[in-house]
């Protein structure tokens, strides 16, 4: 069940319902973004940001994984025009069939280092 709700996030969020995504959470969750050091007290703010968030952005769950009441999620996020993508790793909390907390980890869609591909250290797949 708890696995359920986070793909059914993802799955509105990739839809731009953001509404709808509002009443998978509590009204008082938070929502953190260690990146940028941010967080939204309350989904209706965090429902605001993403409805005011530049862009259509489409999301592809690649992984999910769920232990007690931590549903953890890997994601590729990708404009919609394909000029940029990202992947986020989320740390749901869910507590009675609603998240009533999300860490999300952003990290960039890019290149290696020219260095690790000079010495053959990795391979790109």
């Known amino acids: 069940m708890k696995e359920y709700i986070v793909k059914k996030f993802w799955n509105l969020m990739s839809d731009g319902m953001f509404d709808e995504v509002g009443e ?5 969750a938070y929502v953190w973004l260690p990146n940028t050091r941010e967080v939204f007290k309350g989904r209706d703010k ?3 940001f993403n409805k005011k968030y530049p862009g259509r952005w489409i999301i592809t769950l690649d992984k ?3 232990k007690n009441e931590i549903v953890v999620s890997a994601v590729k996020v990708e404009a919609e025009d394909k000029s940029s993508s990202f992947y986020a790793t989320s740390f749901f909390t869910i507590k009675d069939s609603l998240i009533s907390e999300i860490a999300e980890y952003w990290g960039d869609n890019g290149e290696p280092p020219q260095w ?3 010495e053959s250290l990795s391979e790109r797949y």
């Open 46 to 48: 965090y429902i605001n």
């Open 64 to 66: 999910i994984f769920s």
């Open 24 to 28: 998978l959470m509590e009204e008082d």
């Open 116 to 118: 690790r591909v000079e």
